[in-house]
C-alpha cells in the first residue's frame, strides 16, 4: 500500500467537504476536507457517534466541526475543540500537480466499543433497585 490518486483538486474546491474512494483492496472510504491550510483525508465518520461527516460536517478556516454534538477538530494543529474529546484520525496527504494523493497504508478506523458499551455489572447493580419504573 502506498500513495494513490483520490481525485484532482479541482473536484474539492476550498471551503468543502467531499466524500471519495481510495482504489486500495476493495476500496477505501475516505473525507477529503479542503481547508485554510490545505486538504485533509481521514475516515469519513464522525469518532463520538458514526455520524457521517459529509453530511454532518462543517469546514470555516481550518476548524471542522460536526454539527451533531459539535465537536471540533483543528485541521491545521489537529487539536480538540468545543465539545470534542477524541482525536481525528488522518492520512498522509499531497498535491502532485493537479491531484490529490493520499497515502494509505491501512483503513484508518475508530474503535466504537470501548465508549458504547455499557457496563452491565453497573447496570443492574444496586444502585438501581430503587428505580421507580
Ligand atoms: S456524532 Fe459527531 S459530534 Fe456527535
Redesign the pocket.
Known amino acids: 500500500m502506498s500513495w494513490t490518486k483520490v481525485c484532482t483538486i479541482d473536484e474539492v474546491p476550498q471551503g468543502s467537504i467531499k466524500r471519495m474512494w481510495a482504489r486500495v483492496n476493495a476500496g477505501v472510504p475516505l473525507l477529503i476536507v479542503h481547508h485554510s491550510s490545505g486538504f485533509t483525508a481521514l475516515p469519513p465518520i ?1 469518532p ?4 457521517p461527516l459529509e453530511e ?1 460536517g462543517t469546514i470555516i478556516g481550518c476548524k471542522l466541526t ?1 454539527t ?4 471540533s477538530w483543528d485541521l491545521d494543529t489537529m487539536e480538540l475543540q468545543d465539545e470534542a474529546e477524541l482525536p481525528l484520525k488522518t492520512y498522509e496527504t499531497k498535491v502532485d500537480g493537479d491531484t490529490l494523493m493520499v497515502f494509505v497504508a491501512e483503513e484508518l478506523e475508530y474503535n466504537f466499543d470501548e465508549e458504547g458499551d455499557i457496563d452491565e455489572d453497573e447496570f443492574f447493580s444496586d444502585e438501581h433497585e430503587d428505580d421507580e419504573w
Open positions: 464522525c463520538h457517534l458514526e455520524e454532518s460536526c451533531k454534538h459539535l465537536w
